[in-house]
């Protein structure tokens, strides 16, 4: 992808707060539309989970060697240009920035097929221009039941709209009936964006039986 096509041009120019993904990915969205570094409908945003919120992803800055993290949900963003390949923007992946879809299925998101059907993953694909305008969240979610924090919050206001103060869960949701965007099975999801899915890799296979 060229340089110009990009979103932003570094992962540092990026708002970034350690496990506060959706708002990292909100920030970049909002960076976008404000820049006009690139057209919004190119923009997605991706919620991956699950029923258990049990989903592992590779490649994670917070991993271990070949081992992957296993998240309740993680959110990244995907571009899909009309004259070149789509690409993913994850702040909290070892992959490049951005990297190829067909890459970050490849080496992140790698295959269900070898893993526990408790581990599978869904992902919810949300319009950017939807997710700016209906994402809200109070961050209680990142709270202790004394009210400290498990993990330092965002030195910015928390993110609301004038109907919601915090509907996170509606994005988490893997439930096609509530909240906004499509949900795929990761199969029908690396059908659409890449063309293919992808056949069972080692890794996964090994997390499967460690699982």
């Known amino acids: 992808m060229k340089r110009e096509d990009r979103v932003t041009l570094s992962r540092e120019n990026c708002v970034y707060t350690s496990c506060y993904c959706e708002e990292n990915v909100w920030k970049l969205c909002e960076f976008v539309q404000k820049e006009r570094t690139a057209p919004l409908e190119e923009l997605f945003v991706i919620f991956i989970s699950n029923d258990n919120r049990m989903v592992p ?3 994670q800055k917070s991993g271990r060697g070949d081992q992957p993290v296993i998240w309740d949900y993680h959110v990244i963003l995907l571009q899909v240009p009309l004259q070149s390949d789509p690409q993913v923007y994850d702040l909290d992946s070892e992959l490049s920035f951005p990297c190829s879809l067909q890459l970050y299925a490849a080496q ?28 809200a969240s109070d961050r209680s979610h990142m709270k202790n039941p004394d009210g400290t924090w498990k993990m330092p919050p965002p030195l910015y206001p928390p993110i609301h709209t004038a109907e919601h103060q915090m509907n996170l869960d509606d994005f988490i949701s ?15 999801f690396l059908q659409t964006y890449v063309g293919n899915s992808l056949p ?10 460690s699982s």
């Open 57 to 59: 992803l590779w490649k």
């Open 108 to 135: 992140a998101l790698q295959s269900d097929h070898n893993i526990k059907p408790a581990y599978h993953r869904k992902l919810r694909v949300v319009p950017a221009d939807s997710f700016l305008l209906n994402f």
């Open 174 to 188: 893997m439930n096609p009936a509530v909240g906004w965007g499509r949900v795929f099975t990761l199969d029908r």
């Open 200 to 209: 069972p890799s080692s890794s996964s296979a090994a997390a499967a039986s």
